[in-house]
């Protein structure tokens, strides 16, 4: 049974960091990508970041320059460093985890976290 479990949500005010974790259990060695989206209320979920196994990165246009992602694999652990947030950062964010294309079908999405960026 695979598990995703975020942390490290919370309230923020603009301009301020905060940095979230996703911890994987089960079956994580064939999660070759593993990311961040995020759903703001009344919008569709979106893609943040991903990274591989091998570290290569992508960010949305949004983001780039102000988070980083990362992760070890020796924990089975993806990182998300929000600096210099915003308040349109505000918004629910899930982990997510698949073999080949994150957000494909049948990925697998942890609970989220609720980010909250005051301005």
């Known amino acids: 049974q695979v598990q995703l479990v975020e942390s490290g949500g919370g309230l923020v005010q603009a301009g301020g960091s905060l940095r979230l974790s996703c911890a994987v259990s089960?079956?994580?060695?064939?999660?070759?990508?593993m990311g961040w989206f995020r759903q703001a209320p009344g919008k569709q979920r979106e893609l943040v970041a991903g990274?591989?196994?091998?570290?290569?990165?992508n960010y949305a246009d949004s983001v780039k320059g102000r988070f980083t992602i990362s992760r070890d694999n020796a924990k089975n652990t993806v990182y998300l460093q929000m600096n210099s947030l915003k308040a349109e950062d505000t918004a629910v964010y899930y982990c997510n985890a698949h073999p080949l294309t994150l957000g494909a079908p049948r990925s697998h999405w942890g609970q989220g976290t609720q980010v909250t960026v005051s301005s």
């Open positions: 089960g079956n994580s060695f064939s999660f070759n990508v």
């Open positions: 990274v591989t196994r091998g570290s290569t990165t």
